[in-house]
């Protein structure tokens, strides 16, 4: 192979900036450091701008753009075509090009960050190469007829470096401290922005838990998710794509989540969709009847005794969803006011719901210990 070939496959127009904002990030704080020191109001404008632009991608890009998860404000959808381009992650075009294409062709030749390609590939190699699964722009003719979008795409590289360098260097300079605005605010944000993003890619598609689904890499990593608001939960959202949530747990670190809640009340995000928790249930217990396989064969009649519990709670799930998309249509034709059948709807549900919970804690607590079922036998 000629030595010029790695060179000829080189993204030219993207490496020239990402490696280049590397040194500047890294050699600019340095002398930053040693020769003025940190300012806290220069600190703060990093935070801010690092929070703008994590929700800018995760809220926008991702859970908006990519996968219409809900319908969001023309004022929040301008505000994501800016902080989106302000973190120099390319178009929203590109971008959510890219990212159904990695769902469509999980783990596959096509996947653009193909995991089994190596974790250098999917952190970052295959932003910096010509690689046929990265290039073009497909699967986005939704987004193509929306204006705004295509202006930010047309328009990219003004927006990026208008709001991603020049914004927090103006800032800086009205706080007295340019060189932080630029440098911290500036490089630093965007390159350490680049490392929590890239890390969904590589890091929760090797290490992390699968409560979901093992039909492909993903995996649930609570480090990835608190380095990007939230878009750690990948196994979940591999598994419902659809769903606004990627943390979809109380305890669940997911700030993004958290945020678009609060939106629906002011009025900037509306139709919030959400995977019916019956359906969740259901594939978690597939995962976790699969984990439990090996050691349920010490066990034979509690396996059996547990599969059909198991068929019997997959059923009580189905009917539990039943009632749910029975009471979301009969409140949507009724708009609020009373009805009889809305109001005993809403009772079965709820006691479906407590008796769907109980029987589901009764068979995980069985599936952990099946020498009880085995005893009870006795």
Not at 9 to 28: E, K
Not at 273 to 288: F, G, N
């Amino acid at each position: 192979m000629p030595k010029v070939s790695l060179w000829k496959n080189i993204c030219w127009p993207i490496a020239s900036f990402i490696i280049p904002a590397h040194f500047v990030a890294a050699i600019g704080t340095y002398y930053y450091a040693t020769l003025h020191g940190f300012q806290l109001s220069t600190v703060i404008l990093a935070v801010v701008f690092l929070f703008l632009t994590t929700f800018g991608i995760s809220g926008g890009y991702h859970r908006l753009f990519a996968h219409a998860t809900y319908e969001a404000h023309p004022i929040l959808k301008i505000f994501y075509l800016i902080f989106g381009a302000a973190s120099f992650e390319a178009s929203a075009l590109k971008w959510a090009s890219d990212h159904r294409r990695h769902h469509a062709y999980i783990d596959e030749d096509q996947d653009p960050y193909n995991i089994k390609r190596g974790f250098w590939w999917a952190h970052m190699g295959w932003i910096l190469t010509k690689d046929p699964s990265s290039q073009g722009i497909v699967k986005v003719g939704d987004l193509e007829r929306d204006p705004w979008i295509r202006f930010q795409h047309n328009y990219y590289g003004f927006v990026a470096f208008a709001f991603g360098l020049f914004l927090p260097w103006g800032i800086g300079w009205l706080l007295g401290d340019p060189w932080g605005g630029l440098i911290i605010a500036g490089f630093l944000r965007i390159v350490f922005f680049y490392h929590a993003t890239f890390s969904i890619n590589s890091v929760a598609h090797i290490w992390g838990r699968q409560p979901y689904s093992d039909d492909d890499s993903s995996r649930d990593s609570w480090f990835t998710a608190f380095i990007t608001m939230g878009e750690g939960f990948h196994n979940f959202h591999h598994t419902f794509a659809a769903d606004y949530r990627n943390g979809v747990n109380l305890w669940e670190y997911d700030p993004t989540k958290w945020v678009l809640n609060g939106f629906t009340v002011v009025g900037l995000a509306k139709n919030l969709l959400r995977t019916p928790e019956p359906v969740i249930l259901k594939a978690k217990m597939r995962m976790q009847a699969k984990r439990h396989e090996e050691a349920l064969l010490a066990h034979p009649h509690a396996a059996e005794k547990l599969r059909i519990a198991r068929e019997k709670l997959e059923r009580m799930l189905d009917t539990w969803n039943a009632i749910k998309a029975e009471w979301a249509e009969e409140r949507e034709k009724l708009k609020g006011r009373s009805g009889e059948l809305l109001a005993k709807l809403r009772h079965d549900m709820a006691e479906h719901k407590a008796r769907c919970r109980e029987a589901y804690a009764a068979w995980v607590m069985h599936l952990q210990n099946p020498h009880l079922l085995t005893a009870d036998a006795k």
